[in-house]
């Protein structure tokens, strides 16, 4: 839906982060320290996850935040929150 001529490589990717970060209220203050921190790349799949389950976090900015202060500690990746993801899309729950 951002990505009015398709996201076809990272760089892409970054640019309709810029879009989607304002149109879910989170500040361009948190998103360049989530960009600084975790790479632009991992940022950009963050707020991937974070529009994905909009309906379910209350401040995209906050959590963004949260996530960023994470990964300054190294305790942050984004590989769970994309096997999260999937789960829910495919209709699993956590894993047995």
Sequence with gaps: MF???GISSWRD???VADTVRGAFGISPSAWAEAVDVMGAEE???ALAAI???SAMIKSPGGYL?????KARAGKFSA???LMALWRLQHGQNKQK
């Design 3 to 5: 990505g009015r001529r």
């Design 51 to 53: 529009v994905q389950r």
């Design 65 to 69: 935040r949260n996530l960023t202060e």
């Design 43 to 45: 940022a950009c799949v």
């Design 13 to 15: 990717c970054v640019s």
């Design 79 to 81: 590989w769970p929150m």
